[in-house]
């Protein structure tokens, strides 16, 4: 049973044929409408569609002006990518560790890390849990919101995405909602829309300046399309899900992902903590569920940088279970099952471990 897997109907496959059909596949009409949906969605004026979510950020910081000699402030308990779009602007990152008790960057640490070259602040709000997004926006440094986990979250019925300068989106495959790969830019700001769409369109212009071919195609916009009208309905199977997973997690002594009062996940990832989720992974792979670390590696170990222990922490024991909306009764049943066998095992190896130098004698 995979960890993940992109929830795809034949709604989804006659829109894509359609538009295969008509002959207009590349960016186009349908790649406008999905623009204007998905920003209509959040409740901000446009968006930007591009080829991926690294792209998105890509264009998001050049946006704002970010450049050589800049700093960008984001943590290291995060997907690879933001480094990575950082470093193509040329900008210095800085890193920060996580909040106490959760899996979004520490508002704290961010202020601290802020200085007078601090130019943008990156906040994922991760697994699809709201971050402090009011309390970050008011240090007064421009804000990129990435929501590529949490397209559909809120904080106090206002959607995530809509609090920042400029957010991004995913739809990568096993996304909220998919295109297969892309992405967008979003804002309520005309300048930083902009920007970013005349960055992404490189061609027909008389100007020279350097540009990027980030289009997305008409064909992938009409599976996004055809998603975005469902995500309403895929929000609620994951709500549904987690419901179920956080009855059952509390009889074997786990505690389930803590809500931030005030807030709505989408639970994009539902997230436990183990003693040592290797070898938990390890254990539930046997029993034929797959499960993954949530981040593969911190981003302060790319960069060699000492410290971050809380990350460090959550690096070690959080442990990501299978959750989507296509996700089957029996599979919930499946992985709770093997996640009961798994850690009854461990239990029996610490009562091994206490007891033989007793029986011993």
């Given at each position: 049973?995979?960890?993940?897997?992109?929830?795809?109907?034949?709604?989804?496959?006659r829109?894509?044929?359609?538009?295969?059909?008509?002959?207009?596949?590349?960016?186009?009409?349908?790649?406008?409408?999905?623009?204007?949906?998905?920003?209509?969605?959040?409740?901000?004026?446009?968006?930007?569609?591009?080829?991926?979510?690294?792209?998105?950020?890509?264009?998001?910081?050049?946006?704002?002006?970010?450049?050589?000699?800049?700093?960008?402030?984001?943590?290291?308990?995060?997907?690879?990518?933001?480094?990575?779009?950082?470093?193509?602007?040329?900008?210095?990152?800085?890193?920060?560790?996580?909040?106490?008790?959760?899996?979004?960057?520490?508002?704290?640490?961010?202020?601290?890390?802020?200085?007078?070259?601090?130019?943008?602040?990156l906040?994922?709000?991760?697994?699809?849990?709201?971050?402090?997004?009011?309390g970050?926006?008011?240090?007064?440094?421009?804000?990129?919101?990435?929501?590529?986990?949490?397209?559909?979250?809120?904080?106090?019925?206002?959607?995530?995405?809509?609090?920042?300068?400029v957010?991004i989106?995913?739809?990568?495959?096993?996304?909220?909602?998919?295109?297969?790969?892309?992405?967008?830019?979003l804002?309520?700001?005309?300048?930083?829309?902009?920007?970013?769409?005349?960055?992404?369109?490189?061609?027909?212009?008389r100007?020279?300046?350097?540009?990027?071919?980030?289009?997305l195609?008409?064909?992938?916009?009409?599976?996004?399309?055809?998603?975005?009208?469902?995500?309403?309905?895929?929000?609620?199977?994951?709500?549904?899900?987690?419901?179920?997973?956080?009855?059952?997690?509390q009889?074997?002594?786990?505690?389930?992902?803590?809500?931030?009062?005030?807030?709505?996940?989408?639970?994009?990832?539902?997230?436990?903590a183990?003693?040592?989720?290797?070898?938990?992974?390890?254990?539930?792979?046997?029993?034929?569920?797959?499960?993954?670390?949530?981040?593969?590696?911190p981003l302060?170990?790319?960069?060699?940088?000492?410290?971050?222990?809380?990350?460090?922490?959550?690096?070690?024991?959080?442990?990501?279970?299978?959750l989507?909306?296509?996700?089957?009764?029996e599979?919930?049943?499946?992985?709770?099952?093997a996640?009961?066998a798994?850690?009854?095992?461990?239990?029996?190896?610490?009562?091994?471990?206490?007891?033989?130098?007793?029986?011993?004698?």
């Open positions: 049973m995979p960890h993940s897997r992109p929830t795809l109907d034949e709604a989804d496959v829109a894509v044929a359609e538009v295969l059909r008509s002959g207009q596949i590349a960016q186009g009409e349908l790649t406008r409408r999905f623009e204007q949906e998905v920003a209509c969605f959040l409740g901000v004026r446009d968006g930007v569609a591009t080829s991926s979510g690294t792209a998105a950020l890509h264009l998001a910081l050049l946006a704002l002006g970010v450049g050589p000699g800049d700093e960008v402030v984001l943590p290291s308990y995060t997907c690879v990518a933001l480094l990575q779009a950082v470093r193509y602007v040329g900008a210095t990152p800085k890193l920060v560790d996580l909040e106490p008790g959760g899996y979004n960057l520490s508002v704290e640490e961010v202020r601290r890390a802020v200085t007078r070259r601090t130019r943008a602040i906040v994922p709000h991760m697994f699809g849990f709201p971050a402090d997004i009011e970050i926006c008011r240090l007064g440094v421009p804000v990129i919101e990435d929501i590529a986990q949490a397209l559909g979250a809120t904080v106090e019925s206002r959607p995530v995405g809509s609090f920042g300068d957010a989106c995913s739809f990568y495959a096993t996304k909220v909602i998919t295109t297969g790969e892309g992405g967008m830019v804002s309520n700001s005309d300048l930083l829309l902009r920007r970013a769409r005349e960055m992404r369109d490189y061609d027909g212009r100007r020279l300046r350097v540009r990027f071919n980030y289009k195609t008409d064909f992938q916009a009409a599976l996004g399309l055809s998603q975005v009208r469902k995500l309403p309905a895929l929000l609620d199977r994951r709500r549904r899900l987690a419901a179920r997973y956080a009855e059952r997690i009889v074997l002594g786990l505690q389930p992902p803590v809500v931030r009062p005030g807030t709505n996940p989408i639970f994009y990832r539902y997230v436990v183990v003693p040592d989720a290797a070898r938990a992974r390890e254990a539930l792979q046997a029993y034929g569920v797959e499960t993954s670390p949530p981040v593969f590696w302060h170990r790319y960069l060699g940088v000492p410290g971050f222990p809380r990350t460090e922490q959550a690096y070690r024991t959080a442990l990501s279970i299978p989507y909306p296509s996700l089957q009764e599979e919930v049943n499946r992985t709770f099952l996640l009961e798994t850690l009854a095992a461990r239990e029996r190896q610490r009562w091994r471990a206490y007891s033989w130098p007793f029986s011993a004698r």
